[in-house]
């Protein structure tokens, strides 16, 4: 198959067929070769047919070439069709080059972008584990309503595990595992809460094995208190050693008590 690339190079270039175009990119997917990088570059720059820069990028995704980034990051810039801006970020999302986090942090705080843009943008931003993000998914978990942005900005804040950014959001973290009414939001808070180890969050986390009649939650505030074992959760963990009717509770309460007995 490699002998026919020069050949589906050369329609790519010169071919007014854009039908057969399509299936010379098409062959390109399945055969990626760096040789033809320039070509499908120029595709995405030079292209009015959206099918035949959708294809390009398929296969752009698939050459992972940090060559191509400026191009991407001109598309994002100027591009108005949804479904190519998101083939676009899938792209940076796999070659992951720093150079794009400024298109991605751009996009992410856009409110008026397209939500399925912007959580996709997010998922770059996660990917890369770059902390200069840290200010704009703050903002997005503080001032955003749409649960999947917030829940996907979290994500990104765990993958960090970077010191000074946990300083930065210890206490919104803390209120989220207290007073979000939505499940995977708080449970996800709980999880970042972990990797935090931040022994101020027991008195809110003993408030919540009191009263939490989730057990999802209740089981994720117990793992959390099994990571930062404190004294002042006896009491509590016991009360729910003996009278939890969930067994997987009653287990984990265990190793809670292991835990702070070690």
């Keep these: 198959a490699e002998e026919a690339i020069p050949v589906i ?31 499908i570059m120029e595709v995405l720059r030079t292209s009015n047919d959206d099918n035949l820069k959708l ?52 996009i992410a705080r856009n409110k008026q972008e397209d939500p399925n843009v912007r959580l996709r943008a997010l998922y770059a931003i996660e990917e890369m584990g770059n902390p200069e993000a840290a200010p704009v998914l703050i903002d997005i978990l503080q001032n955003d309503t749409d649960k999947h942005l917030k829940l996907r900005a979290l994500y ?27 499940e995977n939001l708080r449970l996800r808070a709980m999880y970042l809460l972990e990797d935090m180890d931040t022994p101020e969050a027991v008195p809110i986390l003993i408030e919540v094995v009191k009263k939490e ?25 016991t009360d729910l050693l003996k009278r939890d009717e969930n067994a997987n509770v009653r287990m984990l309460a265990v190793r809670v008590l292991e835990e702070i007995g070690e």
């Design 9 to 39: 190079l050369d329609i790519l270039k010169n071919d007014d067929n854009d039908r057969l175009k399509l299936r010379a990119l098409y062959f390109l997917d399945d055969v990626p070769d760096q040789r033809a990088l320039p070509v």
């Design 55 to 106: 294809r390009a990028l398929y296969v752009l995704e698939e050459m992972q070439s940090a060559e191509a980034v400026p191009v991407l990051i001109d598309l994002l810039k100027n591009e108005n069709n949804k479904n190519l801006k998101l083939r676009a970020l899938y792209a940076i999302e796999e070659i992951n080059d720093e150079s794009a986090l400024p298109i991605l942090l751009d």
């Design 156 to 182: 990104a804040l765990e993958e960090f595990s970077d010191p000074d950014v946990y300083d930065q959001i210890r206490g919104l973290i803390l209120h989220m595992v207290q007073n979000e009414q939505d």
């Design 213 to 237: 009649r989730n057990p999802n939650i209740k089981l994720r505030a117990l793992r959390a208190l099994e990571d930062i074992p404190d004294k002042r959760a006896i009491d509590v963990v």
